[in-house]
Structure formats: structure tokens, C-alpha cells
């Protein structure tokens, strides 16, 4: 054990939870090199919700000596003595030279998700860091939910909820998410714009500490419709559900053209920002800064983020993954959670 893993404020650490993502990806390989960093390690403790094995192999492969603990997952707990400890689940075996979606390797990650979110909800994690899955693996597994987002929603009974994405200055909302884009139309609503217009506002007060947040609100068409010529959007959904949000109170202005509103927050004139549609709001997240991006969910009572990127399955097993991602994951979860319970704290001495 590293000697800067014996600090003396352990005990008052926040505990970080990190979910292995899907065993044949390189979920175990960025967590090892991530926490590898004894910067990472100082500033909270991690229990990692996967398989030991799997990280030990992807520590070798990186020439790692393990510097965590194992536990049996049944008995997590937020007192173990060391930094970093993993709760293993060695009822799963997904061997070292698969590296495609399986039945075997969407079982477990579901369960490390599952049991990662009910240790949130009991206090003995302050936040989920979550590993890349393959939505293939978890639908082989006959899961409930296609994704991170809808299970941690189902889990938490959160009627609403929404994807940020986090990179560099760049803080992104979607009002609809996995849609065919021809589909779109048939989900768009001022509701499902307006929603990621509060969430978004709650959580940079919440998360960001900002107490006025300023946001800007994409338009759905070319030029903002330039009046009605090419749709009528802007005008029949999004400006009223812009209304709606500035009559609570948030500070929100749009429909601006999607092809200026993102280099204007970029450059610090609006706080974040709410992309109507996945790839009009992932193209500049990912072009921006795409090894560090970071994708949080927000709507949820629990603190909950991820690196963008996905499994990798081509480059898994090779040394090749870079952590800048799983490490802007970590450090925005303990931002996140920091920020939150500092909250909580001022709210607590208010009232006394």
C-alpha cells in the first residue's frame, strides 16, 4: 500500500463507487490506470463494484503492481480500511480473451450497477462513477433498461431525468436522447424541452455551485426556422417552453442556431446549454475535448457520472485505453458530491 493511500482523514473521505462497465471492454483497464494516479487516490476512497480478476489481469497488461483490497461484494461496507477496495464478484467469469458483447458479460454489469446504485441510496457511497457497457451485452441479458440512464431513473423512482455532458467549459443537456432522428418529431413536446431546461438549471446550482445560472436553448432547425421558413419548431415548442422556465424563474434565453450557440458557451456566455436532439449536442461535446468528456445523470437524488466514451471492444486487451476519461468521471463526481454536501450543510445551519 502506497503511503499516500495512510491519510489521516480516511474515515472522513468521501467513498467514490466505480462500476466495472462490461468485462470484456475497457472498462477494468481505465479504472486500474485511473486510480493508478495517487492524485485520483488522495482525494476520496473507491470501492470498485466488478470482477478482480479482470483488473488484475488489466494491471498486469499495463505492469501495475495492485494497490487495492478485495472483498466479498455481499459485505461492502464504507469503513474499509484501505483507499481502494474491490467488491468482487467471482460468481462471474468472462475469460480474458473475449472481447465482443456476451450474455455473461451484460449479466454483470448489470449487477454491478444495480447493487453500486442501492450502496448510493444507503449512504455507503456518496456517488456512482460508471464504466462503459455494451447495450448489446445488456439486452443479450435480457435486461429491464437499455442504458445507465433509464435503470438509474427506474431505480431511484425518478419521473424525470435528463443527459448532461460535461467537456471542458462546455455543459450540455439533451431534450431527447436515443431517438431516430425521423422520430424525433414524434417526441417533441414543450415538456420534453422544458425539463431539461430546470434539470439543468437544479443541477448547477445543486452540483456547480452556481446560484443564477444562465442557459441557452438550441433551436431545433436550420437559423433558428429564420421566421417559419424551415419549420415552425422554434415557435410552436421550444419558445414556449422557454417562456415556462423564465416565468419560474431561470434565467434561460433561445432559440438560438445550433451552429453559433455552442462556440458562444464555450467562450463563457451562457452557463450550459440545451441541445434538442443526441447529435446535436454530442458533436460539439466530443469534438471539444472527446477523451475527457464526461456524461452525468441529472434528475436523480444520487450523484451519478461517466467517461462518453464507450467499450472499445477493438482495442480491449491491448494497453491501449487512455483513463483521461474515467478520470474526469472521477474528478467531476467528487466535485459533484463535494459541492452537494456543502450544500446540505449550509442548508442545515440556515434552519438551525
Request: glycine share 8%; hydrophobic share 45%; charged share 20%.
Amino acid at each position: 500500500m502506497n503511503k499516500d493511500d495512510n491519510h489521516n482523514s480516511i474515515s472522513e473521505q468521501l467513498v467514490i463507487g466505480i462500476t466495472m462497465g462490461d468485462a470484456a471492454g475497457i472498462g477494468p483497464e481505465v479504472i486500474i490506470k485511473a486510480l493508478a494516479d495517487p492524485g485520483i487516490r488522495r482525494a476520496a476512497k473507491f470501492i470498485i463494484f466488478g470482477m478482480n480478476e479482470q483488473l488484475c489481469y488489466a494491471a498486469d497488461k499495463a505492469e501495475i503492481e495492485p494497490f487495492w483490497g478485495r472483498h466479498q461484494h455481499e459485505k461492502i461496507s464504507r469503513d474499509y480500511p484501505c483507499k481502494v477496495v474491490v467488491a468482487d464478484y467471482d460468481e462471474y467469469s468472462v475469460p480474458s480473451w473475449i472481447t465482443a458483447p456476451s450474455i455473461v458479460a451484460g449479466e454483470a454489469s448489470i449487477r454491478f450497477c444495480l447493487d453500486a446504485i442501492e450502496a448510493a441510496q444507503a449512504g455507503i457511497i456518496d456517488a456512482v462513477v460508471t464504466g462503459p457497457i455494451s447495450k448489446t451485452s445488456w439486452k443479450l441479458a435480457d435486461a429491464e433498461w437499455p442504458g445507465h440512464t433509464e435503470m438509474l431513473a427506474a431505480r431511484c423512482k425518478s419521473k424525470r431525468k435528463a443527459m448532461m455532458f460535461i467537456s471542458g467549459p462546455l455543459k450540455v443537456a439533451l431534450a431527447t436522447i436515443h431517438e431516430a432522428l425521423f422520430e424525433v418529431r414524434h417526441k417533441f413536446t414543450i415538456g420534453c424541452v422544458f425539463e431539461p431546461i430546470d434539470l439543468l438549471n437544479d443541477a448547477l446550482k445543486e452540483y456547480f455551485g452556481l446560484e443564477k445560472p444562465k442557459i441557452g436553448v438550441a433551436a431545433l432547425n436550420p437559423h433558428a426556422s429564420e421566421n417559419g421558413q424551415f419549420g415552425d419548431e422554434e415557435k410552436r415548442i421550444i419558445s414556449p417552453a422557454i417562456l415556462l422556465a423564465q416565468e419560474q424563474g431561470i434565467d434561460c434565453l433561445g432559440p438560438f442556431p445550433a451552429d453559433t450557440i455552442f462556440m458562444r458557451a464555450s467562450r463563457g456566455e451562457f452557463d450550459g446549454v440545451v441541445a434538442m436532439y443526441h447529435d446535436q449536442g454530442m458533436i460539439p461535446v466530443k469534438l471539444l475535448d472527446f477523451e475527457n468528456a464526461v456524461n452525468v445523470t441529472i434528475g436523480i437524488p444520487i450523484v451519478r457520472t461517466s467517461p462518453a466514451h464507450g467499450t472499445a471492444f477493438d482495442i480491449a486487451g491491448q494497453n491501449l485505453a487512455s483513463p483521461a476519461g474515467m478520470k474526469s468521471a472521477i474528478t467531476t463526481a467528487i466535485h459533484m458530491a463535494t459541492t452537494k454536501k456543502n450544500l446540505e450543510l449550509r442548508v442545515q445551519n440556515f434552519e438551525m
